[in-house]
């Protein structure tokens, strides 16, 4: 019998994802969030396992290659005897507006595909997006009629122009060309280990709060009083990685988009004084007002520089650890914030993470690698 007092776990056990016979995954954004729990899913159940990146993957018995993702001449040089037999695209770039990230992102999608889809070995391949399905690129964010709230993934599309379309668009297509299943995941914000990601919440607000505390300041929630107040819920890395695994490894996910949350539902208002308990600093809630941390944090860099010397950290660039306008976008957001699960439950689909206890642990392993004090 487990005792009253033991400690929750963080997630609820998932089933080993064991790999089919002769499985080859290749994990394109191998050192994302995204790609790198993936990379350490897939290496911990014995596939065969690939990354592209720019940078090398770290993990042993992991092969590597690099290619420039928007040249398809550089990705068949790279790929053009790879064969995998599984793919997971984990990776974009981010444009200066909604139409460059359509033609690079989408374009991204269609040359990787054209090179590895006449090979002959692709089985499945999956696909990570976000929320900004239902809400909206960057330029439009939130604006005009949303859909309803949980997210359902048979919403219509908004109609103005989005980079997750092209992106699905271009992956069914190679899909019906070549022959193999995929499966979309729309993650919300993603909450895991990297380091240098365009996207990082938990590290960012592990900055601002050392920060906050080197200049004897109080954690004040920087976002709106809405999001403050309303229902979110996040995606933990190894969630999603757990996910694209079911996804890829059963039938009944075959050539389907699916939302993938933690199951979880937090406020802020109750989330930021325990993750201020943490990190060790003073909980304040919003002002009337934003107060963005892009704009706080602009001259940061001298405070960032000080306590990486005092505290013998291993990222001296504050720019690799936090994505202030990232958070500014998850933390400024109107009202409730939420995806529904229903389509994977009734597809077969059981993990489960508690929201809190994982960015917690997330920030704890920032620590222990010395990239946060």
């Known amino acids: 019998m487990t005792s009253l007092s033991a400690p929750a776990p963080d997630r609820a056990p998932t089933p080993v994802r064991t790999p089919p016979e002769g499985a080859h995954a290749l994990v394109v954004g191998a050192t994302g969030i995204a790609g790198s729990a ?49 793919v997971f695209i984990t990776a974009w770039s981010r444009q200066d507006s909604e139409a460059e990230n359509i033609r690079v992102n989408g374009g991204m999608v269609r040359d990787l595909l054209a090179v590895l889809g006449p090979q002959g070995t692709l089985q499945h391949v999956t696909l990570v997006t976000g929320l900004k399905h239902y809400l909206g690129p960057f330029e439009a964010y939130g604006v005009g009629v949303l859909p309803d709230t949980p997210f359902l993934e048979d919403a219509e599309r908004r109609p103005v122009e989005n980079f997750y379309y092209a992106q699905e ?14 499966s979309v995941h729309r993650a919300h914000t993603v ?5 240098g990601n365009a996207m990082n919440l938990a590290s960012t607000l592990g900055a601002f709060a050392v920060i ?3 200049t004897g300041q109080p954690f004040v ?20 990685a757990d996910h694209q695994l079911w996804a890829a490894t059963t039938p009944a996910a075959a050539d389907t988009a699916f939302n993938i949350v933690d199951g979880d539902q937090v406020r802020w208002r109750r989330l930021w004084p325990a993750l201020a308990a943490h990190l060790g600093v003073e909980p304040q809630g919003p002002s009337d007002e934003p107060a963005p941390l892009e704009g706080q ?22 720019t690799r650890v936090a994505s202030w ?7 400024g957001r109107e009202g409730d914030m939420l995806a529904d699960m229903t389509r994977s439950r009734l597809a077969g ?17 920032y620590r222990a690698e010395h990239i946060l004090p």
């Open 325 to 331: 306008w990232h958070t500014d976008g998850d933390l």
């Open 297 to 318: 944090m602009a001259d940061a860099a001298p405070v960032w520089e000080r306590v990486v010397a005092e505290h013998g950290l291993v990222e001296p660039d504050l």
């Open 169 to 182: 668009d271009e992956l069914s297509a190679a899909a019906a060309a070549h022959g193999f299943t995929w």
């Open 221 to 240: 929630f920087p976002g709106s009083v809405s999001a403050w107040n309303s229902l979110v819920d996040l995606t933990d890395a190894a969630l999603l």
């Open 191 to 195: 909450i895991g280990h990297a380091v």
């Open 38 to 86: 993936l990379i350490e899913q897939l290496v911990a159940v014995g596939w065969q396992t690939t990354g592209l990146s720019r940078r090398p993957v770290e993990t042993a018995g992991v092969g590597h290659v690099a290619a420039d993702l928007t040249s398809r001449d550089s990705l068949q040089q790279a790929l053009g005897d790879l064969r995998p037999t599984h």
């Open 212 to 214: 906050a505390r080197a």
């Open 349 to 365: 689909y059981t993990g489960y993470v508690s929201t809190e206890r994982a960015l917690l642990a997330v920030l704890d392993r």
